[in-house]
């Protein structure tokens, strides 16, 4: 009690004696604002939000205000004195306004690297269940993408996925006085159920807050404010089906937020192995083991070339090779066909060209047509039969250049 003597409530809303009640209100609302944790991270912010809370639940209260005034102090503050109590506004979601059963003020981790730098971002505020789960995806999604490229992004990022997985974390004091603050609201409201379940929340966060902390005495307030309400309410008590414990919605979210980027990134990671071994084997490098197994017996294989020698190439160079060699020699029955199919045009030509009246200008421009096509079509064939030929030649030196000359 001494200590809440060293203050004036009006200078702490920033009013005279003489506000009235609307005054001291509208005060509170702009006060609370500016000083709320979730928003202000002053080091003192959380001592003077508290000092707020007392001032208005003293000065917002007619007959708490009258004995302020008259000096008796004690009485003012003390929760047993029986008054009408300051209506305090409840608490709405930062994200879509509305007002929750089931808040809390949550804190997510967010990570961005750029290879040598990281940041480390660290947003909160209160959320009702569904704006935390679009919160908690956003923040991973981003930290899985982009928050581990970077040395200290790494192990940072592994905090927050560790942090974020689990819902995020949620300050015992704040949260204490937060369920605090709505069972309040929803006691003035006439549901006694929700107020008395909220009350037990908050006594329940209250318990694993730790004097150390500086939301420890903001929370003992809270804690406070759900003894009486529990001590005075004469309704039921409900049990609130939680949706923030155990595997939360929140925290489903989260995981969807992880392994949406997971996903991408091992996709990418196995089209470069992917493509590296691609590479290998083109440029003969050692054989992959995921792509080709080598006969246990023989090991080797002796290659007879097109310069009367023998080579001795491995199992896998065999089998390169001898796909290569099937693949021209599929080549050779069209490459045939075409030939023959050019020497009986010739020879129907030879026939055409000794019945040809020359003086039947269009018999003769005709003739001349058939002879002009089949020149296109003989040029084509050679040209395909060098190309032919320059590919067996290539790969005639690609076995002298893998294998080993034995004979």
């Given at each position: 009690?001494?200590?809440?003597?060293?203050?004036?409530?009006?200078?702490?809303?920033?009013v005279?004696?003489s506000?009235?009640?609307?005054?001291?209100?509208?005060?509170?609302?702009i006060?609370a604002?500016?000083?709320?944790?979730?928003?202000?991270?002053a080091?003192?912010?959380?001592?003077?939000?508290?000092?707020?809370q007392?001032?208005?639940?003293?000065?917002?209260?007619?007959?708490?205000?009258?004995?302020?005034?008259?000096?008796?102090?004690?009485?003012?503050?003390?929760?047993?004195?029986?008054?009408?109590?300051?209506?305090?506004?409840?608490?709405?979601?930062?994200?879509?306004?509305c007002?929750?059963a089931?808040?809390?003020?949550?804190?997510?981790?967010?990570?961005i690297?750029?290879?040598i730098i990281s940041y480390k971002?660290?947003?909160?505020?209160?959320?009702?269940?569904?704006?935390?789960?679009?919160?908690?995806?956003?923040?991973?999604?981003?930290?899985a993408?982009?928050?581990?490229i970077?040395?200290?992004?790494?192990f940072?990022?592994?905090?927050?996925?560790?942090n974020?997985?689990?819902?995020?974390?949620?300050?015992?004091?704040?949260?204490?006085?937060?369920?605090?603050?709505?069972?309040?609201y929803?006691?003035q409201q006439?549901?006694?159920?929700?107020?008395?379940?909220l009350?037990?929340?908050?006594?329940?966060?209250?318990?694993a807050?730790?004097f150390?902390?500086?939301?420890y005495?903001?929370?003992k307030?809270?804690?406070?404010?759900?003894?009486?309400?529990?001590?005075?309410?004469t309704?039921g008590?409900?049990?609130?089906?939680?949706?923030?414990?155990?595997?939360?919605?929140?925290?489903?979210?989260?995981?969807?937020?992880?392994?949406?980027?997971?996903i991408?990134?091992?996709?990418?990671?196995?089209s470069?192995?992917?493509?590296?071994e691609?590479?290998?084997?083109?440029?003969?490098?050692?054989?992959?083991t995921?792509?080709?197994?080598a006969?246990?017996?023989?090991?080797y294989?002796?290659?007879?070339?097109?310069?009367?020698?023998?080579?001795?190439?491995?199992a896998?160079?065999?089998?390169?090779?001898?796909?290569?060699?099937?693949q021209l020699?599929?080549?050779?029955?069209?490459?045939?066909?075409?030939?023959d199919?050019?020497?009986?045009?010739?020879?129907?030509?030879?026939?055409?060209?000794?019945?040809?009246?020359?003086?039947?200008?269009?018999a003769?421009?005709?003739?001349?047509?058939?002879?002009?096509a089949?020149?296109?079509?003989?040029?084509?064939?050679?040209a395909?039969?060098?190309a032919?030929?320059?590919e067996?030649?290539?790969?005639?030196?690609?076995?002298?250049?893998v294998?080993?000359?034995?004979?």
């Amino acid at each position: 009690m001494a200590d809440r003597k060293q203050f004036n409530y009006y200078d702490v809303l920033g009013v005279p004696k003489s506000a009235t009640a609307d005054d001291i209100k509208n005060a509170y609302r702009i006060r609370a604002k500016e000083l709320h944790p979730d928003k202000n991270h002053a080091a003192d912010a959380t001592a003077r939000f508290q000092q707020l809370q007392e001032a208005y639940s003293v000065l917002g209260s007619p007959e708490r205000r009258q004995l302020f005034d008259q000096g008796n102090f004690e009485a003012a503050v003390d929760p047993a004195t029986k008054a009408t109590e300051a209506v305090f506004d409840p608490v709405p979601c930062d994200g879509c306004g509305c007002i929750s059963a089931q808040p809390r003020f949550v804190q997510y981790d967010r990570v961005i690297s750029a290879i040598i730098i990281s940041y480390k971002i660290r947003p909160a505020g209160v959320f009702c269940p569904k704006c935390a789960s679009k919160r908690l995806f956003l923040n991973t999604f981003i930290t899985a993408s982009v928050g581990w490229i970077g040395f200290r992004g790494f192990f940072w990022s592994l905090e927050a996925f560790f942090n974020n997985l689990t819902g995020g974390k949620k300050s015992p004091g704040l949260n204490a006085f937060l369920l605090a603050r709505q069972a309040a609201y929803f006691m003035q409201q006439g549901n006694s159920n929700l107020a008395n379940a909220l009350a037990v929340e908050s006594l329940d966060y209250f318990k694993a807050a730790s004097f150390r902390y500086s939301d420890y005495s903001l929370g003992k307030s809270g804690a406070e404010v759900s003894q009486i309400i529990l001590s005075r309410s004469t309704g039921g008590q409900i049990k609130l089906k939680s949706r923030w414990s155990g595997w939360s919605h929140p925290a489903r979210f989260a995981l969807a937020g992880f392994a949406v980027p997971a996903i991408f990134w091992m996709v990418v990671f196995k089209s470069s192995a992917d493509s590296k071994e691609a590479r290998q084997s083109y440029s003969g490098g050692s054989n992959p083991t995921n792509s080709y197994s080598a006969p246990a017996s023989p090991q080797y294989y002796d290659v007879p070339g097109n310069d009367g020698h023998t080579y001795r190439v491995t199992a896998y160079e065999y089998q390169r090779l001898k796909s290569i060699d099937g693949q021209l020699e599929a080549r050779q029955p069209d490459l045939k066909a075409r030939m023959d199919d050019l020497k009986s045009r010739r020879a129907l030509m030879e026939s055409q060209r000794a019945s040809l009246d020359s003086n039947n200008s269009y018999a003769v421009a005709t003739f001349n047509q058939t002879v002009d096509a089949w020149n296109r079509d003989k040029n084509q064939l050679d040209a395909d039969f060098a190309a032919f030929n320059q590919e067996i030649d290539a790969n005639n030196a690609e076995l002298r250049r893998v294998g080993q000359l034995i004979r």
